[in-house]
């Protein structure tokens, strides 16, 4: 389950509130902005450098997004000295800062789903199968001209 923090919430009392009914509870941090240059100006903090890297990482292997033939380059800059390097060269990788949804039934799709995904220049509905197969047909709805 993931959960947003306020501005207000502090995470020690989270886990102090959770603990008693959880005895094992985990917290992971990750950064919820769709803009790198946003990204990029977190960078400058070491501590937020060092989480927007951490999380590149887990999409990096977790395969969030594609490497379209920079897998060379990524590998080189992986390393704790690069960071900002690394985070340059994911910044250009098609799905980096992309939130993918799983499929749901779509009303307008008689016998199949949907896959949503939001990115900081379009929200994109794709087609897909019961299974989660994705098809070809997609709807991009593009920041700044919808209304």
């Known amino acids: 389950m993931e959960v947003a923090l306020s ?3 502090k995470p020690v009392d989270l886990y102090v509130q959770n603990y008693n009914e959880a005895k094992i509870l985990k917290f992971h941090f990750k950064k919820f902005v769709f803009s790198t240059e946003i990204e990029d100006a977190l960078a400058d903090d070491p501590i937020c450098l060092n989480m927007l890297y951490q999380q590149a990482i887990d999409d990096l292997n977790n395969g969030r997004f594609e490497t379209s033939g920079k897998e060379i380059e990524l590998k080189r800059t992986q390393h704790v000295t690069t960071q900002k390097e690394f985070l340059k060269i994911v910044h250009s990788c098609p799905g980096y800062n992309t939130v993918t949804f799983p499929h749901c039934m779509c009303d307008s799709r008689k016998d199949g789903h949907v896959v949503l995904s939001v990115c900081e220049s379009k ?10 197969e994705k098809q070809d047909q997609i709807k991009n709805f593009f920041v700044g001209t919808c209304q």
Not at 123 to 132: D, L, V, W
């Open 7 to 9: 501005p207000a919430d």
């Open 123 to 132: 929200i994109a509905i794709q087609a897909c199968s019961t299974e989660g």
